[in-house]
Every structure is written in structure tokens, then in C-alpha cells.
């Protein structure tokens, strides 16, 4: 699952009364079959055949119709900015939780056309600049922003002018821990769509010694296969002790694309596992590098190639990357997440 269902989960074990409303997208992060603990709780707000980022603002509008009433705090999950929509009662609180600014519609505009035909993409190139427009009304409309990381907080203050508070995504570091297995393969955790590069992984394998897992399905996960060389496999969604045995018997997890914070990196680390990774976004907060792995400058096939051969030269102190992974612990989201929105609640409450 994405960034957003793993805050999502950590929020419902805190608040198992709290109301959830959201629109549904039959193709989204929550893998084929899974049920999540929030699937029965949720009051749709409209649904989708898939989440077209060029469709914001009719996902806005689905939002804006919710049905919310007597909430003293409204908390919205906000990446391509339609759920900031949320109305918000008369004295209540708003509270966003921004996963940064939305690649589709900024830094990463031509890898998310690449999912569409050639012939469209002129069109939807043309949209984007009210959609951004779109997109900084919105999140204006946050009484309170949160972030996941200070490279997303950097990005939102320049669109929105709005300063937001770091608070970190929660990992599941008591469940990702350290193995004692061989170590046999590098290892990919991600959607297999454009904007993820899976295909530089495969084009940087290709002719090396060295053995890849993919775990994770999307749209190009046949095509990809198809092109793959033999040492590199393809298992799409795994369950959760599949992934966990997989990140203890990996070299290292190579994460190809730039992340606003990045979980698969943490996951990584609380296994005992070092990461290769770009030199952006929320890798600089995660990945101390030569230290719990390596960060490059250039996301080419030949820059993952040598930096693949350089790890498997290092030796890498599994405590010093336990360390790492514990700053995002689930707790220490829990307990902060719980003081910023009782401090919201008692302002809900204050006399005007």
C-alpha cells in the first residue's frame, strides 16, 4: 500500500470513532483483494474507474458535497489537493496531512502523461496550469498544514506560501526488523507505473551479475516483464511476511524515482537493509550516505549500475541502520499526531 493508506491505518487505530469519508478509485494503491481495516467505514463521496490527476477538480466537488456535520476537527489526507475541498463546520478546526506537492502537476508532468495516448497529452499539458491554480486554492483553504518531510514542506511553502509542520510517516519498525539469512538479491518496492523508473532498474541490470525482485503491481507491470532480462523477476503484490523476507535477504532496496518522504527506504533500514536511492526529495532525510547506503546524482541506468557494484563492496552496521528506521516509528507519529490534533480540538472549543 501507498504513503497515504499506511498514515490512514495508523490514524484509524488512534481514532476507531472517527467518521471517514473519500472518494473510491477502483485502481489505487490497495492491492487486488486486500480489505483493509477501513474499507466497511468508508462513506463514498462519488467513484472512479481510476484517479486521473487532470480530474482534481471534479473529485473537489465530489468532497465538497460531503456530508459533515458537528465535527470539531476535520482532518484531510491531501496529495492531488481535492480533499482539502472538505467543507468544515461553523468553528471547527482544519487540519491537512500533505504528502507534498503533486508530481503529476509539478517536476513530474511527463512521466504521468506517459500513461495516456500520445495523441492526448497536448491537451492535458495545456490543463495544467489552471489545475495548479486549482491546486494552490485549495490547499489555502487548510487552517493548519502538516507534512511528511522537509523537502515537502520546502515544495508547499514555495506554492502556497503556507508553512508546514514536519510530522514524519509512520513505519512499521516493530513488524520490519532484522534477519539472520543469507543475503541473495537487490529488491524494488514500488507501483510499477511511469513516474517510478522501474524500467532504469531494468535497463541497469541488464548484463549485470547481480539478481532483482520487483514487488508491486500497476499498468506497466507486463510490459516491463516482458522487456526484463533474466535476472530480473517480477512478483507483484506480495503479502506482508513476503515482503519482510524479502527485504532481509536483500543486498540492498534500489529505489529509482524521487520521493516526497519515501517508507519502502525506512522499511529498508529496519530490516537491516542499506538503500541506493537519488539525491532528492526525501532520500536526503532517510539515507545517510556511505553510511546506511548510497545516494546518486543522476537517475540513469549506468549511475544504479555502479552504484549496485559499489555497495556490494561495503559493509554496512545493521544497528547504525536500525537506528535510522526507528525516527519513524509508529508511535512517534501516534503520539504526535495525537497532541497537534487535541491542540486543535481544545481551539474548537475556545470562545470567540
Not at 199 to 214: H, K, M, P, S, T
Not at 258 to 286: K, Q
Request: hydrophobic residues 45%.
Amino acid at each position: 500500500m501507498g504513503g497515504t493508506e499506511r498514515v490512514l491505518s495508523a490514524l484509524i487505530a488512534s481514532y476507531p470513532r472517527a467518521r471517514l469519508l473519500a472518494p473510491r478509485f477502483e485502481r489505487s494503491n490497495v492491492p487486488a483483494g486486500a480489505q483493509p481495516e477501513w474499507d466497511s467505514r468508508v462513506v463514498e463521496l462519488g467513484r472512479a474507474r481510476r484517479k486521473l490527476h487532470h480530474l482534481a477538480p471534479v473529485y473537489a466537488r465530489w468532497v465538497a458535497a460531503a456530508p459533515i456535520e458537528r465535527a470539531r476537527v476535520v482532518l484531510t489526507l491531501v496529495h492531488g489537493g481535492w480533499a482539502a475541498a472538505a467543507p468544515v463546520p461553523s468553528g471547527a478546526r482544519h487540519v491537512s496531512y500533505c504528502a507534498g506537492p503533486p508530481r503529476a502537476l509539478y517536476g513530474q508532468e511527463d512521466h504521468y502523461l506517459r500513461a495516456y495516448p500520445a495523441a492526448a497529452r497536448p491537451f492535458l499539458r495545456a490543463a495544467l496550469p489552471p489545475l495548479r491554480a486549482h491546486y494552490r486554492a485549495l490547499m489555502r483553504r487548510s487552517g493548519r498544514l502538516l507534512t511528511n518531510s522537509l523537502a515537502s514542506a520546502a515544495g508547499l511553502e514555495r506554492l502556497v506560501g503556507q508553512r508546514a509542520e514536519v510530522v514524519y510517516p509512520p513505519v512499521r519498525t516493530d513488524f520490519f526488523t532484522p534477519g539472520t539469512g543469507p543475503r541473495e538479491h537487490f529488491l524494488a518496492v514500488a507501483r510499477v507505473t511511469p513516474q517510478k523508473r522501474i524500467d532504469v532498474l531494468v535497463d541497469a541490470f541488464r548484463g549485470l551479475d547481480e539478481r532483482l525482485v520487483v514487488v508491486g503491481g500497476g499498468p506497466w507491470l507486463d510490459r516491463l516483464r516482458a522487456a526484463a532480462p533474466p535476472n530480473v523477476s517480477f512478483a507483484g503484490y506480495v503479502s506482508d511476511d513476503e515482503l519482510l523476507r524479502l527485504y532481509r535477504r536483500s543486498h540492498a532496496v534500489v529505489c529509482p524515482s524521487v520521493e516526497e518522504f519515501g517508507i519502502v527506504m525506512v522499511e529498508a533500514h529496519a530490516c537491516g537493509t542499506p538503500v541506493v536511492a537519488p539525491r532528492a526529495g526525501g532520500a536526503l532525510e532517510i539515507v545517510a550516505d556511505g553510511a546506511t547506503g548510497l545516494l546518486v546524482d543522476r537517475l540513469d541506468a549506468e549511475s544504479v549500475r555502479s552504484a549496485v557494484r559499489a555497495i556490494r563492496g561495503r559493509a554496512f552496521d545493521a544497528r547504525e541502520l536500525r537506528a535510522s528506521a526507528e525516527r519513524f516509528s509508529v508511535d512517534r507519529f501516534a503520539s504526535r499526531m495525537d497532541a497537534i490534533l487535541a491542540e486543535e480540538h481544545e481551539l474548537s472549543l475556545a470562545p470567540r
